[in-house]
């Protein structure tokens, strides 16, 4: 038996909807979520800031003696998963691979829709992965930076934002796409302003969904399963405002936490 945390980090609070579930699958586990609110959004920062901050980050957990560590951030993955692979001596996964085989797995028509970061999109991270998987599936890409900061603002249930949602999509609504990958972990948040913008004719495809699967097979593979049968407990750190990081993660646990301030300088000496 393996009690170690699994470690999950974000830009924000767009991760906790991979946290969210694993949990459902994984409910005995420890589990340690780091929000990295203060430096958001990472999908507007350079190459060399994201994978300082995704090292920074690591380092804490490793400190903090995680047994596995899950970059539920989409830009963290694209820039920063070959590198804390190579560099870590913990076992790393990130979401982009998982959440592109399920979106291969889901489209009937070929054509295949992602919403993401710029940072995300410019990487192309997701359509060269869908297209490793599949070449005759179609890839349209979208960045949408101002979804992000809807829901770190908390705008993420106010369907007076619907309209400012639909104008944002409406580039890729025109590609008849039957499939739409939530290339940011922050988008599953405001699944139901997504949701009705595109129509119900389209699958939206939470890689955090697929993430749990890969979960599993890590820490089987490894032997690093926690086989206890106590509920397990999760601690939450951020960098930027406890109160506001906590009223969200609430709404979307559904259940109280406690959340930890660290500062930038308290990474930066680690």
């Known amino acids: 038996m393996d009690n170690r945390a699994i470690g999950f980090m974000d830009s924000g609070v767009g991760g906790l909807t991979v946290m969210k579930e694993v949990q459902k699958e994984l409910p005995n586990e420890n589990m340690i979520y780091f929000g990295d609110e203060l430096r958001l959004p990472y999908g507007e920062k350079t190459i060399e800031e994201i994978q300082s901050y995704s090292l920074q980050i690591a380092k804490f957990f490793l400190k903090n003696n995680v047994k596995l560590m899950v970059i539920a951030c989409n830009t963290a993955t694209a820039r920063s998963l070959d590198m804390l692979q190579g560099l870590l001596p913990i076992p790393v996964i990130g979401v982009i691979k998982p959440g592109s085989k399920l ?88 699944k139901t302003l997504i949701q009705n913008a595109m129509g119900k004719h389209v699958l939206l495809v939470d890689p955090g969904l697929a993430v749990t699967q890969s979960v599993e097979d890590v820490l089987k593979d490894n032997r690093i399963k926690n086989d206890s049968n106590k509920k397990g407990i999760t601690k939450f750190f951020t960098t930027g405002n406890a109160s506001s990081f906590r009223r969200i993660a609430e709404d979307w646990l559904d259940y109280s936490v406690n959340v930890s301030s660290i500062s930038i300088n308290q990474l930066e000496d680690l």
């Open 103 to 190: 979106a291969v797995n889901s489209t009937k028509n070929k054509k295949i829709g992602v919403i993401a970061t710029s940072s995300t999109i410019n990487s192309n991270s997701y359509k060269n992965t869908i297209n490793k998987i599949d070449k005759e599936i179609h890839v349209y890409s979208l960045a949408c930076p101002e979804f992000v900061t809807m829901v770190e603002n908390e705008n993420y249930n106010d369907f007076e934002h619907q309209d400012k949602v639909k104008s944002i999509l409406k580039p890729i609504i025109n590609y008849n796409i039957d499939t739409l990958v939530l290339g940011c972990t922050h988008f599953p948040i405001m």
